[in-house]
């Protein structure tokens, strides 16, 4: 193996260690692992700048705007209380509103997003109730998983992915994941019930606190509410017709958040891009030029070509192996840089002879977003949960939540393994 391969090497796996150890901002640690590859010339700086991908970089940041601005209205309280009132105050009907709230809203907001709404209003909810939230919040972790599985824009890893392939459209993620998505959600739901169901019961007084509550009284500003549930939907409908427009996705989302903010006057302006999660774009960018070395020095070719001898080029087998390996390792892993580095890898295996990819996408999909649902650790919605429930006072500890997560992320990785078979490869 030639040095310049050894070096990319090398930085990767000191890089992906520090990740893994938390102990510096992931931010950090990606950036100056991609500074790391083109100061020592594993890559030049035009090259490493041809591997970021601006269309996942441009999606996320159009979405954080559009969500950011659209949050200011309440319109994700009032939707959390309306749930509530129709549950009749019932604690374990409420969780299982919620749960499905957060699964939809993951599929079409992005899963970290759809946690920070969701979070504050389950405290609220719960606070009233007197129950304990972490049933609750434990739930909506797995729900917000399982839906940013559903739909291109609902989790990294899928945004990444149809940034990569063209031919996998909005429509094609939802056709194609979205039946499995549905089937993992209602196998869950009743298992949240049965494993919860005698931690979450409350006095009828506190249930009629819920139905006392006035959802409207939420609802802050109806003029910018009107605007943003408009540009929200020509934006999800720009989603599914984007193929036909000759759009790519990124375009799309970046069009409905400035036509939010030209709507909505530039003093908004200034707000919304506080609200953009730099630091997850930048950690994207530092994780793409990383990669970069790893793919200008051969290093991931030879990983699929030694995939493929395993697998003997079998479409069957390689499926099996991605989605596994990518829910395996997802669980413990965070699954950003895991899938930055599988779709060069799955896309050599094409120019090697492997014909159908397309099973191997749809398997790298669902390991990568199911399998974070294995840990605490395996995705970032889960932190997020978990770090906004420590400061409440309710710490969600990782041996308590992968007792609960990993069986039942196996669960979810068997029926997509019958899934993919069954549908592709039969």
């Not at 510096?24 to 700086?45: E, F």
């Not at 939802?174 to 006095?203: D, E, G, H, S």
């Not at 730099?278 to 793919?295: D, E, K, N, Q, R």
């Not at 990782?398 to 490869?425: A, T």
Request: aromatic share 8%.
């Amino acid at each position: 193996m030639e040095q310049q391969a050894i070096w990319a090497i090398s930085i990767f796996l000191l890089i992906y260690g520090l990740i893994i150890a938390e102990k510096i901002h992931r931010t950090i640690v990606a950036m100056i692992g991609g500074v790391l590859m083109v100061s020592l010339g594993i890559v030049n700086q035009e090259t490493a700048l041809h591997h970021i991908d601006f269309n996942t970089l441009g999606l996320l940041v159009g979405m954080m705007i559009i969500v950011s601005v659209t949050a200011e209205t309440g319109l994700f309280k009032y939707i959390a209380i309306l749930s509530a009132k129709k549950a009749k105050g019932e604690p374990v009907r409420i969780m299982v509103a919620l749960t499905l709230i957060t699964a939809v809203g993951s599929a079409f907001l992005d899963n970290v997003t759809t946690v920070l709404l969701m979070v504050p209003v389950t405290f609220s909810i719960t606070r009233q109730l007197r129950v304990n939230p972490v049933p609750f919040l434990i739930a909506q972790i797995f729900a917000s998983n399982v839906g940013g599985t559903a739909t291109l824009i609902g989790d990294p890893p899928n945004i990444m992915i149809g940034s990569a392939v063209k031919e996998l459209t909005f429509m094609a993620f939802i056709a194609n994941l979205a039946p499995i998505a549905a089937i993992v959600m209602a196998v869950y739901i009743p298992i949240f019930v049965w494993m919860f169901r005698k931690n979450i019961q409350t006095a009828p007084e506190l249930k009629q606190s819920i139905m006392d509550l006035d959802e409207k009284a939420v609802i802050t500003d109806r003029k910018l509410l009107y605007k943003c549930v408009a540009v929200l939907g020509i934006t999800i409908i720009g989603f599914f017709l984007h193929q036909l427009l000759h759009l790519e996705s990124a375009t799309v989302a970046l069009a409905g958040a400035f036509l939010l903010l030209l709507l909505t006057g530039e003093h908004r302006m200034e707000e919304a891009f506080t609200k953009v999660e730099w630091t997850t774009i930048f950690f994207f960018i530092g994780l793409f030029v990383l990669v970069s070395g790893l793919v200008e020095t051969g290093v991931i070719a030879k990983l699929a070509e030694q995939a493929i001898e395993l697998t003997g080029g079998d479409v069957v087998a390689t499926s099996m192996l991605i989605l596994w390996l990518s829910a395996i390792a997802s669980a413990f892993l965070d699954n950003i840089p895991f899938v930055a580095t599988m779709i060069p890898m799955i896309q050599e295996m094409g120019n090697m002879g492997v014909s159908n990819l397309e099973p191997l996408w749809w398997s790298l999909a669902l390991g990568a977003c199911l399998g974070g649902n294995g840990s605490l650790i395996g995705a970032s919605a889960n932190l997020i949960v978990a770090g906004l429930s420590g400061k409440e006072g309710h710490p969600i500890r990782f041996v308590q939540f992968i007792k609960i997560g990993f069986p039942l992320m196996l669960l979810s990785i068997v029926l997509s393994s019958i899934y993919i078979y069954l549908r592709y490869l039969l």
